[in-house]
C-alpha cells in the first residue's frame, strides 16, 4: 500500500522490451535507503517489484496487462518518473490509501496557472469518472490529489509549488497522459451495495426440495 507522497523523481536508465511485456531500470537515491529484492515501489503511481538493484538502480518487470492499463509503455530513456516506497507499518498516513493498481489513463486538457498554483485538467473515461467526487482524492501519477471540480468527462485539481517541484506534473503538457487510480474505498462502497449477481446458475435448494428433504 501507498500514500501518494512521491519520495522522490527518479530516472528511466533503460528499458529492455519483449515481445508483449518489458523490463524497466530505474535509477534513483532516496528509495535506495532500505531497498530489498521483492520489495514493491510504485513508478507514477504504478506498483512495481524490484527483481534486483545495483548502484542506485533497481529493475522491474512489467507485463502487458500493466502496459496497457497505464503510460508505462510510453516512457524513454532519460523520462523522469514519481517514485514511491511501500508505506512501512509505523510511517505517517500523509495522502490517501493509494494501492499501486492503475484503474486507468487520463489527458491533460488544459493547464492553467493560478496565482502561486497551477490547476491541470484531465479528461478520462466515464467508467473512472464515474468514482470522482469534489473534495474526494485521486492519484494522478501517483501523486495524491485533491479534486477540485468534476464535470461530464473532465476534473481538475489545483497543485501547490512544493507538489510541483517534487514531482513529474510540472513537467507535463497539454495532451500528455497521466496514470489515474480511483479512491479504492468508493469502488468497495459500490460492490456492496450492487454484488455480483451469478447469471445462469439456479440453486437446487429449492423450498420444493426442502420439504422433501423433511425441512
Not at 450492487?194 to 422433501?212: C, D, G, V, Y
Amino acid at each position: 500500500m501507498f500514500t501518494g507522497i512521491v519520495e522522490e523523481v527518479g530516472t528511466v536508465a533503460a528499458i529492455q522490451k519483449g515481445q508483449k511485456s518489458s523490463i524497466l531500470t530505474i535509477q534513483g537515491r532516496v528509495i535506495f535507503e532500505d531497498i530489498r529484492l521483492g520489495d514493491s515501489i510504485a513508478v507514477n503511481g504504478v506498483c512495481l517489484t524490484v527483481t534486483s538493484f545495483a548502484d542506485n538502480k533497481f529493475t522491474a518487470d512489467v507485463m502487458s496487462e500493466t502496459l496497457n492499463r497505464s503510460s508505462l509503455g510510453s516512457l524513454k530513456t532519460g523520462s523522469g518518473v514519481n517514485l514511491e516506497r511501500a508505506m512501512a507499518a509505523n510511517g505517517r498516513f500523509g495522502g490517501h490509501i493509494v494501492s499501486g493498481h492503475i484503474d486507468g489513463t487520463g489527458t491533460i486538457t488544459n493547464i492553467r496557472p493560478d496565482d502561486n498554483a497551477v490547476w491541470y485538467t484531465v479528461k478520462t473515461a466515464s467508467k473512472i469518472m464515474r468514482y470522482i467526487v469534489e473534495k474526494g482524492s485521486i492519484a494522478i501519477d501517483g501523486i495524491s490529489l485533491t479534486v477540485a471540480t468534476v464535470n461530464d468527462d473532465t476534473f481538475s485539481v489545483s497543485i501547490i509549488p512544493h507538489t510541483a517541484k517534487c514531482t513529474i506534473l510540472s513537467q507535463k503538457k497539454v495532451g500528455d497522459i497521466v496514470n489515474l487510480e480511483n479512491d479504492i474505498i468508493g469502488k468497495y462502497v459500490e460492490r456492496l451495495i450492487h454484488p455480483i449477481e451469478i447469471e445462469n446458475k439456479q440453486s437446487r435448494i429449492t423450498e420444493a426440495f426442502l420439504h422433501e428433504a423433511g425441512f
